[in-house]
């Protein structure tokens, strides 16, 4: 059973890439004192991400079959996962926290914690086109893994309909994601 979004303590951010995620999850963390995970990927890191830090391929596979990185998945052309403290730490929800996951990562995480509140951060087709576009980074340039990420992006959008809370993706989004947690 979920719990009210008053008591609601983290922000499992969720959305199409250019969505928004990394602008909402860097403004909690820098002006509202969220934390965040640690993300570890294989991907090139953008100079915003918040708390993202990259890893060979080789060093990711063998920290996860040490059990030092948790719930891995491949998005578009990367792999990607928490270290096992910082995913216990969200997981007990007693702090104000913001993580960026995929739909099913998101909805599996909510269903353990109540606590951690699923939110689709919406943004029309053209401002995730243009944002895409103007980021110019790696991820993005590189037409197989842009076309690999498109894919599953399609793919999560079927997950939307199971996401009760959607935000649009601007400058009042993240006052409406505190309003969602109960917080002024």
Do not use: N
Request: proline content about 7%; hydrophobic content about 45%; glycine content about 6%.
């Amino acid at each position: 059973m979920r719990a009210s979004r008053s008591s609601a303590t983290g922000a499992l951010l969720v959305g199409r890439s250019g969505s928004g995620k990394t602008w909402v999850q860097r403004r909690l963390v820098e002006e509202h004192g969220f934390w965040s995970p640690l993300h570890v990927t294989t991907r090139s890191v953008d100079e915003g991400d918040v708390a993202t830090v990259h890893v060979a391929p080789d060093e990711f596979f063998a920290a996860v079959s040490a059990g030092d990185l948790i719930a891995p998945m491949l998005f578009g052309a990367s792999w990607h996962s928490w270290p096992g403290p910082d995913f216990e730490r969200l997981c007990r929800a007693d702090e104000p926290s913001v993580a960026i996951c995929r739909p099913y990562e998101a909805l599996l995480l909510s269903a353990v914690q109540p606590r951690l509140l699923p939110v689709w951060l919406a943004a029309p087709a053209a401002v995730v086109t243009g944002r895409l576009s103007a980021r110019a980074e790696p991820r993005d340039l590189d037409a197989a893994e842009a076309a690999a990420r498109r894919t599953h992006d399609d793919e999560d959008e079927r997950y939307r309909p199971l996401l009760a809370d959607v935000v649009a993706s601007g400058d009042d989004a993240v006052v409406r994601i505190l309003r969602l947690l109960g917080r002024p």
